[in-house]
């Protein structure tokens, strides 16, 4: 019984031992010195990058790319970890509940609705995003003020930019709907063939919320903030709409596909007619990569598609926080943008106002081939809207459930 | 004829999903209307050569954390096994009931409060905090496997070698262990098997720092990336099979030297 | 021992406590009893208990009956095929997820049984194939648990079945009784034990795992554990308390049934007798 319990306390001891707190200090530090000094600290260290992990192309341009640039300009090791958003933010609350304050993560991947969550419960670090050369240089203030409505204040640097279109397949439909009400139309007379991912899902909700701007007048009303009596008002229409098409849904709308994977194999293999996605580029992607048939394109509605800017924050017990931001500095570099914009690496979108690149680098963004199923800025930017605030959000997905899924 | 019939049920049920994995990993569209894929690609193959270095790492951290929890299992159930084969007490049906819980309860149930008290303790994020966890839901199995071993070995072995004159330590580790090998390979399997193919409590505690194999596979199987899906699980297949038909082998070896088989 | 049972005791003790709001990482605004009187309140609760309990009986209900009886025929194979029947194991070594993968490749509308009907001319367009993996009686759940479940019961039951003389079989054989009389009268008491374990096992297993129905779950209704994992990883913080509410309901749950099957298969066995 003795030897037990000195080797659990041994064990103990070990375990905690290294994990006592080094400096809440330097971290703030960090916010005052200049960024070269950060660039040295930064030097020959290890960046844990904790990102989503479901797509196959980005894993490997982070892999890759990423981590070989970093090794090269900083002799920084580079470990990309696959986590879902939702599930490190509530790694992140356990932590800081219980009072963990060095933990093992850099950098994360992170916006919207989980921007907000972590922010609230003070899970990030920060302000440090105007510390950033690249952020000084090459992004527009106006982008990074508020994400999804909610200020961001320097939490979180530009990563990438999104906008939500729609997927068919050229050969079995020649011209899709143009509009909200088009849309509606095909899905009556052709009953089984349409669905969209079950809300909460990332690419469900933003479906909702898009026709949640079409049938109730525009985006317009909504970005002030969060009012309960404009939602209560406007929300019926939404739900009339969604369960006015139900019937007609994939499977009679009696099961929606769990999430964004699940509709992109069914697309895929033809049982449903309309993919869609918050990437512009993600059917390109798929048709690289062999999921798609090569006549899969997008389009878009006239009545709006929502776009958004995903970004890059840093936890407030990262262990390695110089890295982190030099890691994010090198994120939204221009030779990062672009390679990230190359559709053989993955085509998302860049987060630099192009305005302000010099006419080289603005040529070298022009010259990239999107391929042929990505949609151009040319016909994505006339019908950009911005994102919900998002208390709407929550309450669009919670009234989802309660006025469609179960009724 | 009978056994043919049942031959071919226990073919179609368990044989076809490999075979038709196999083909999935090499076809990736395969769909309607093919019966037989049409167009073979190598692109998943491709992937996996070129991902080695990340594959192999997870692997053996699979194989690494698994084995611990074996092992761990075996040391916490050996002597209260051998109490419980042996003695009869008020209460023993209670007490062997709530010991076994662990296993019966979905683990979702206390894997999530654990989380908290595993980051207080710092066992989170750790590979002792994997392990730990892993045994202390799949205990029990090692549990009833060294119980029903105990049982069938009798207590007739210990008392000779007491009597002869040997220490309880030294009768645990020459006597009793060698003859229970049977029952603790039998609960070492399952442990193994739940260890390797655990994903959520891997990475729950594991917090990302603790790579597993099923980390890698479980996204993948997900997405539309159906040959990646297939080919890692074909790889998962692998691996306890081989694992297995070792220590198959290298136990038949021994205990044939010994005399035993 | 004890230091683990007190961690799953603790870990368990959290989770109560979360469920009342206390100890919740973010201040928590509602009353101690709210979350339960939500879920209480909400139908949708209710039928995804009831769901999960469905699913749960009938792949278990069939992986026992089904692996006994595959058990035992197996058993009176000739040795030279009882080796290569080894494959019944192979199930068990696949992680759960890949079984429901597997279901997905053979029972999606554009799969491999799609596919075979097409051939065989029953269907002409992928449409036209039943509706297996969707239609709101978790079909493809239960399939994914039973092909896990059949040699997990067989494995329990063959334990039983290789301790068994063979000779008592052969005995009723020559005096007489069927084949069918042998097994329900001879064999399958004997392998009572193993046949409860199993079904408790495989009942509990799939009321609470969230493997399988994280890839072929369907909306509505919707299996527990999934819910939870929404409420927990995909919602507000603040519904944290409902996710911990659930979750002790179904612990509690799991605990009862136990108790109350164990009472009862004990209560049956003290009237059959013993040979």
């Known amino acids: ?407 | 004829m009978r056994h043919a019939l049942i031959f071919l049920v226990l073919v179609l049920l368990f044989v076809l999903p490999v075979v038709v994995l196999v083909l999935v990993s090499l076809a990736p569209g395969w769909r309607f209307p093919d019966v037989w894929p049409e167009n073979f690609s190598f692109r998943g193959l491709i992937y996996l050569a070129r991902h080695q270095k990340q594959i192999l790492t997870s692997l053996s951290s699979s194989l690494l954390f698994s084995l611990l929890t074996v092992l761990t299992t075996l040391i916490m159930c050996l002597f209260p096994a051998a109490v419980f084969a042996r003695n009869k007490f008020p209460g023993k049906a209670l007490l062997e009931g709530l010991l076994l819980t662990p296993a019966l309860v979905p683990p979702m149930t206390f894997a999530m409060g654990l989380h908290f008290l595993f980051i207080k303790f710092s066992l989170a994020d750790t590979l002792v905090g994997v392990v730990l966890i892993l045994a202390m839901f799949s205990y029990p199995y090692m549990f009833r496997s060294l119980v029903a071993g105990f049982q069938a070995m009798g207590e007739g072995y210990g008392i000779c070698a007491k009597n002869l004159g040997a220490s309880t330590l030294s009768i645990l580790l020459r006597v009793e262990l060698p003859l229970l090998m049977p029952a603790v390979i039998a609960g070492g399997s399952v442990v193994f098997l739940v260890a390797f193919s655990e994903y959520f409590l891997v990475f729950l505690i594991g917090g990302g720092s603790v790579a597993s194999f099923t980390g890698i596979l479980i996204p993948l199987l997900n997405s539309s990336n159906r040959s990646l899906a297939a080919i890692l699980t074909l790889i998962f297949l692998f691996l306890p099979i081989v694992l297995f038909l070792i220590i198959d082998m290298v136990l038949v070896r021994v205990y044939r030297k010994k005399g035993m088989v | 021992m004890l230091p683990y049972l007190v961690l799953f005791c603790g870990g368990v003790f959290l989770t109560v406590c979360q469920s009342f709001g206390v100890l919740t990482p973010l201040p928590y605004g509602g009353g101690a009893l709210d979350a339960y009187g939500k879920l209480m309140g909400d139908p949708s609760f209710f039928a995804s208990f009831f769901f999960s309990l469905g699913v749960a009986a009938v792949s278990a209900l069939f992986s026992v009956a089904a692996g006994t009886f595959l058990a035992y025929r197996v058993w009176q194979l000739p040795r030279q095929l009882a080796s290569a029947a080894l494959v019944y194991k192979i199930p068990l070594i696949l992680p759960h997820i890949s079984v429901a993968f597997v279901i997905l490749v053979f029972w999606s509308p554009s799969g491999i049984m799609s596919s075979m009907a097409h051939s065989l001319g029953f269907i002409q367009t992928l449409h036209q194939f039943p509706n297996v993996l969707y239609s709101g009686w978790g079909i493809g759940m239960i399939l994914a648990y039973t092909l896990k479940g059949i040699p997990f019961a067989m494995l329990l039951v063959m334990v039983l079945l290789v301790r068994f003389d063979i000779r008592q079989v052969q005995t009723a054989a020559m005096l007489g009784a069927s084949g069918l009389r042998i097994f329900f009268t001879i064999v399958l008491p004997r392998l009572a034990p193993a046949m409860h374990t199993g079904f408790i096992i495989l009942f509990l297993y799939s009321f609470g795992a969230f493997d399988i129905p994280y890839i072929l779950s369907e909306s509505r209704p919707g299996m527990l554990s999934i819910h939870v994992y929404n409420l927990y990883f995909k919602h507000d913080l603040a519904r944290r308390p409902e996710a911990m509410a659930i979750l002790v309901i179904m612990f509690c749950f799991s605990l009862v049934f136990i108790i109350v099957y164990s009472k009862i298969v004990n209560h049956l066995d003290n009237g059959v007798r013993k040979l």
């Open chain 1, 1 to 407: 019984m003795t030897k037990k319990c000195i080797f659990l306390i041994a064990l103990w001891a070990l375990l905690i031992l290294p994990g006592s707190s080094l400096a809440k200090d330097s971290d703030d530090l960090l916010l005052d010195i200049p960024f070269q000094q950060i660039q040295e600290q930064a030097r020959d260290t290890k960046v844990r990058w904790y990102m989503f992990g479901g797509w196959a192309h980005v894993n490997d341009w982070v892999d890759t790319y990423v981590a070989g640039e970093m090794k090269k300009q900083y002799n920084i090791d580079l470990i990309r970890v696959p986590m879902d958003a939702g599930i490190f933010i509530n790694k992140l609350l356990n932590e800081k509940a219980a009072g963990k304050k060095i933990g093992n993560i850099d950098l994360l991947w992170i916006n919207g609705e989980n921007f907000k969550n972590a922010k609230e419960a003070g899970l990030l670090f920060g302000p440090f995003a105007e510390k950033l050369p690249n952020v000084i240089k090459y992004v527009d203030p106006k982008s990074m003020t508020h994400d999804f409505g909610y200020p961001v204040e320097g939490y979180e640097v530009p990563y990438g930019r999104a906008q939500f279109v729609f997927e068919y397949d050229r050969a079995s439909i020649s011209t899709p709907p143009k509009n909200m009400d088009g849309l509606k139309e095909w899905i009556h007379s052709n009953p089984g063939l349409f669905t969209y991912p079950q809300p909460p899902d990332f690419t469900g909700s933003a479906f909702i919320r898009q026709i949640f701007y079409a049938v109730t007048g525009g985006h317009e009303q909504y970005l002030s903030g969060w009012d309960p009596d404009l939602f209560a008002q406007k929300a019926p229409l939404l739900w009339d709409w969604l369960n006015k098409i139900e019937p007609f849904l994939w499977q009679k709308g009696q099961t929606y596909p769990k999430d964004s994977a699940v509709l992109d194999t069914l697309f895929s293999r033809g049982e449903v007619a309309f993919g869609m996605s918050y990437h512009p580029s993600h059917a390109q992607n798929k048709i690289q990569e062999g999921s798609y048939p090569n006549s899969a394109r997008t389009f878009v509605l006239a009545d709006g598609s929502i776009y958004n800017t995903h970004f890059t924050a840093i936890p407030f017990n990262g262990p390695n926080k110089a890295g982190a931001m030099v890691l994010a500095d090198f994120l939204i570099s221009v030779e990062a943008q672009l390679s990230k914009y190359n559709p053989d690496k993955w085509g998302d979108f860049p987060a630099l106002d192009l305005a302000r690149l010099s006419p080289e680098e603005s040529k070298k963004f022009q010259a990239v081939d999107l391929g042929p199923a990505t949609l151009g800025s040319d016909i994505l930017n006339p019908v950009a809207v911005p994102e919900i605030p998002t208390e709407f959000l929550e309450a669009l997905e919670q009234g989802w459930k309660e006025n469609v899924l179960d009724k």
